[in-house]
């Protein structure tokens, strides 16, 4: 299978080309960033000698003769343009953007006019452990964002038996190069070493994104209270959610039930920790609990499960492959 990824130059889009070269169904045929004109060892020094294909200037109907399905690695806005034109001329999608995974009036609201309202109402939003079975059967797949991911991981198993009029409070911690690799005040090194705080708290882009998926999962509209941090590590994400139980349950019980199945969730006796996840499509979870009062924890690699890994799960669902083919499962310990 012939693939392309577009917007090489960043941290998601190298986590890409690491897992394609050694996948053994994906063939690496089309990479490209807004400008080309280099080599990928240019763009990433530790692909010297492993990997050298030329790195083009981004062209849909290029892509369209090379590849059969391709990875969208650009930022949103910019990415719903390019997927329109490769849905027309029949190339499967994989946006890992936030430009397909919100409902128009949501995304217009925190994000931008929506450039192409037609593909939009097609796209599955990419989390396999809830939409499997659509992923397989999708051509344009919304690739969820890294908190979301870990976040509704944690509250999903729970949807049922949680208080209608109880507000979810999450409290998420991401490593620095979730933010990308073009340099920010709150990335400085001076500014986050031996640091962390909270940015954007109750406001941050991504609170819809999951209010949303808790909203068409549970039939209600829950308050959802997130809250996101900044850690001075390179990569990783934990998340704590808080949550109220109508009535006493056996929450250990409910969440081993729901990810009986689930190849890359595993549900753990002790507290979660980033390292344990980090390199892996892996997410890590705990949950304990007093009376109606839950504590759920979720740590899971951001540049991996919370993007890149899963954007190839989602790709081989599509593609008829083995969901684990070509998938990291070993963790950078130590």
Known sequence: ??????GASGYTGL??????????????????????????????????????????????????????????????????????????????????????????????????????????QEAVYGLPEIHKEKIK??????????????????????LSYLKKDAPIFLDAKSGVSGAGKK???????????????????LKHRHEPEIAEKIAQASGHAYEVNFIPHLLPVSRGMLVSAYLQTSEVIDAKAVLQSF?????????????????????????DLFVTQKGTSLFVSSAIDNLLRGASSQAVVNANLMCGFEESAGIPIIAYVP
């Not at 990335?187 to 954007?200: D, L, M």
């Open 15 to 120: 986590e890409l080309i690491k897992m394609l070269i050694s996948h053994p169904h994906f063939e690496i045929t089309y990479i490209a960033t807004t400008e080309g004109g280099v080599k990928a060892s240019a763009l990433h020094p530790s692909l010297v000698g492993v990997f050298e294909q030329e790195v083009l200037k981004a062209d849909a109907k290029e892509v369209a003769k090379h590849a059969d399905l391709a990875f969208l690695a650009l930022p949103h806005q910019a990415a719903m343009g390019f997927a329109k034109e490769l849905l027309e001329l029949h190339v499967k999608v994989v946006d890992l953007s936030a430009d397909y995974r919100l409902e128009l009036e949501a995304y217009e609201k925190h994000y931008c006019e929506h450039q192409d309202k037609e593909h939009l």
């Open 137 to 158: 059967a999708a051509r344009l797949i919304a690739n969820p964002g890294c908190y979301p991911t870990a976040s509704l991981l944690a509250v999903l198993p729970f």
């Open 259 to 283: 990810y009986k199945e689930a190849r890359f969730v595993r549900v753990r006796e002790n507290p979660v920790d980033i390292k344990s996840v980090a390199g892996t499509n892996f997410c």
């Open 1 to 6: 299978m012939r693939v392309a990824i577009i």
């Open 183 to 201: 340099l920010s005040q709150t990335s400085h090194f001076v500014t986050i070493n031996e640091n962390i705080f909270a940015y954007n708290p």
